[in-house]
């Protein structure tokens, strides 16, 4: 048995106020889930006729830092909300750092862009938003 699993409560998600440095973080009220990032990395096949066994051959190729994806209570009103929102509908790459409250506290800073904001809006139960930010470039872990 473990005594150093965590449950999620208490990790936090920020999105930086602008879009160049230096960055400032704000956090991202009412997160629910997180999912990810989901890096992974191409896979290139290079077989050539000296192949031994006619077995194929690979090399890695390029990395793919992946998505986040997380599940927050909808805020119509609240600025980091419409922000989110504005980051989709203009397509702005902007800052992002996934805090975990370790001790010391571990901190995920990546680039990434919200290409998906999915607004779920059910007749007897909350409202939320459904949140995808596909990374570009590498993610920075301190």
Avoid: C, W
Avoid at 56 to 74: C, P, V, W
């Amino acid at each position: 048995m473990t005594v150093a699993a965590r449950i999620g409560i208490g990790h936090v998600l920020k999105r930086a106020a602008a879009t160049a440095s230096p960055f400032s973080y704000t956090t991202i009220p009412e997160v629910m889930n997180i999912s990810g990032p989901t890096a992974s990395f191409d896979m290139v096949d290079v077989t050539s006729m000296e192949s031994t066994l006619a077995t194929r051959e690979f090399i890695a190729g390029l990395r793919d830092s992946g998505e986040l994806t997380f599940e927050m209570n909808f805020l119509p009103g609240n600025a980091v909300h419409q922000g989110l929102r504005d980051d989709n509908l203009n397509r702005t790459k902007r800052q992002f750092q996934l805090v975990f409250p370790d001790s010391p506290a571990v901190t995920y800073t990546f680039a990434g862009f919200v290409s998906g904001f999915e607004l779920n809006v059910p007749i007897d139960e909350r409202r939320i938003v459904n949140v995808t930010i596909k990374i570009t470039g590498t993610i920075t872990i301190t």
